[in-house]
C-alpha cells in the first residue's frame, strides 16, 4: 500500500494521520505536500496551529526514509509554532524517528589543507606506478600477439586473409593522400627555413643535404608513424571497443575464437606491412617538397637537385627510417587494440579510450624514435 496522510482540523489545532508504507520506494509523491504543511502554518496561524498530532497508529511498515520525512515535518511544524505530539507509532518506529531526530545535526566540512609539495609527490608517485603498469600491459599484449603470430606461421591456413587485405587498404592504400601532402608541405617548410638559416653562411647549396637526411633518416617515419597513430591506432580502439560493447567479443569467445588472432594479429600484420611503403612514400613526397623550394627560392634546377640528393643520401640514410617502421607499428597497432579490448561496456568509455590511445601511440612511438637514434648513432650506422 503506496504512503498516504491525511489532515484533519480539531479544536486545538489539527491531527495528520499517516498510513501505508512510508518506505524509500513509496515515499517520494508525499515529500512535497508535506513541505506545504509548515508553510501553511506559517502563511495561515488559523490552519493546524496550537496542538498538532502525527498519528502513526496506521502506519504498516517504516524505513529510514519515512523516518526522516516523519521527523522533518515535525521539526517544520515546530519551527512554525506548533506544537507536535507523535502518536501510535509502535516501538520500533519510534526508535527510527528518534534516530532520525539525533543525527539531523549540522556539520561543518574541513577542506583538508596538504602541502604543495607532498601533492606533487603523490602525483608522480602515481604517474610512476600508472605508467609501470601500462608498460607491463603493453608487453603483456606483445607477447600475446607474438604467440598467435608465430602460431600463424606454423599454421598458415590460420592466417585470415581476407581481412589482413581489408585492413591494409584501409590502414595503408586510404591514408597515401594525407601522408603525401603533409610530408611534402613539411619537406617544403624544411627546405625554407633551412635556406634561409644557410644563405647566412653561403651553404645554401646544403640545403638539399638537409631535406634529404632530415626526411629519409628520421622525420618521415616519425611524421607518418604520428599520422598512422592518430588515424588507424585510434580507429583500431573504437572498432574494437565497439565490439566490446555489443558483446560480440565475449560471443567470439564462446564460440571458440580467439579475438586476438580473429582481430589484432590482422590488424597488426597490416599496419606492419603498410607503415613501410607509407614511410617510403613519405620521403619520396618530403624530397618533392624540399625540391620545388629549392628551385623556386634557390634556382637550384631539378638535375642539381638530384645530384646533390645522390651524393648526400647513402643507403644506409634510407634503410635507418624503414628499419623503424615495422616496430613503429607494431606498437602502433598492439596498443589501439589493447585500448579497445579495455572498453567497459559503454560509449563514454569508447571515446575515453581512443583519446588514451592516441596520447599513449604517440608516446611511444617518439620513444622508440630517439632510442633507435640514439642506438644508430652509437653504431655510427
Given at each position: ?48 496551529q496550537g496542538h ?13 526514509a519515512g523516518a ?72 603483456n599484449m606483445t ?239
Amino acid at each position: 500500500m503506496a504512503a498516504t496522510f491525511t489532515t484533519t482540523e480539531t479544536a486545538d489545532g489539527g491531527q495528520i494521520t499517516l498510513s501505508g508504507l512510508w518506505t524509500v520506494r513509496h515515499v517520494g509523491p508525499q515529500d512535497a505536500p508535506l513541505r506545504a504543511i509548515a508553510s501553511s502554518v506559517k502563511a495561515t496561524p488559523r490552519h493546524l496551529q496550537g496542538h498538532v498530532v502525527l498519528d502513526l497508529s496506521s502506519v504498516d511498515g517504516l524505513d529510514t526514509a519515512g523516518a526522516w520525512l516523519v521527523h522533518r515535518t515535525r521539526r517544520d511544524l515546530e519551527e512554525a509554532g506548533a506544537q507536535v505530539e507523535l502518536r501510535g507509532a509502535s516501538h520500533a518506529h519510534a526508535e527510527l524517528i528518534e534516530l532520525a531526530r539525533e543525527s539531523d545535526q549540522p556539520c561543518d566540512i574541513e577542506i583538508e589543507q596538504r602541502n604543495v609539495i607532498s601533492l606533487l609527490a603523490e602525483r608522480m608517485g602515481r604517474a610512476v606506478v600508472n605508467l609501470a603498469s601500462e608498460f607491463v600491459a603493453i608487453l603483456n599484449m606483445t607477447g600475446i600477439v607474438v604467440m598467435v603470430l608465430g602460431r600463424i606461421i606454423t599454421r598458415p591456413r590460420t592466417l585470415r586473409l581476407t581481412s589482413v587485405v581489408s585492413h591494409m587498404e584501409r590502414v595503408g592504400l586510404n591514408a597515401v593522400p594525407i601522408v603525401a601532402l603533409l610530408t611534402f608541405l613539411i619537406g617544403a617548410v624544411l627546405a625554407q627555413q633551412g635556406a634561409s638559416q644557410l644563405k647566412l653562411f653561403g651553404a645554401e647549396v646544403f640545403t638539399v643535404n638537409l631535406v634529404g637526411i632530415s626526411m629519409l633518416r628520421e622525420l618521415g617515419v616519425l611524421i607518418t608513424a604520428i599520422i598512422i597513430a592518430g588515424r588507424s591506432g585510434s580507429a583500431f580502439t573504437a572498432e574494437i571497443g565497439s565490439m566490446k560493447v555489443r558483446e560480440e567479443i565475449d560471443a567470439m569467445r564462446t564460440l571458440g575464437m580467439d579475438p586476438v588472432e580473429v582481430l589484432v594479429a590482422p590488424r597488426v600484420i597490416a599496419l606492419v606491412l603498410m607503415l613501410p611503403v607509407l614511410t617510403f612514400v613519405a620521403d619520396i613526397m618530403g624530397l618533392l617538397g624540399g625540391g620545388v623550394v629549392a628551385y623556386v627560392f634557390l634556382e637550384i634546377s631539378p638535375q642539381t637537385y638530384l645530384q646533390r640528393v645522390d651524393a648526400a643520401i647513402d643507403t644506409s640514410t634510407f634503410f635507418v627510417g624503414i628499419i623503424k617502421a615495422p616496430f613503429l607499428a607494431m606498437a602502433i597497432a598492439i596498443i589501439g587494440c589493447l585500448e579497445g579490448m579495455r572498453v567497459s561496456g559503454s560509449a563514454e568509455s569508447v571515446g575515453e579510450r581512443t583519446t588514451s590511445s592516441v596520447v599513449k601511440s604517440i608516446f611511444t612511438v617518439i620513444v622508440l624514435d630517439a632510442l633507435f637514434a640514439i642506438f644508430f648513432t652509437a653504431v655510427d650506422y
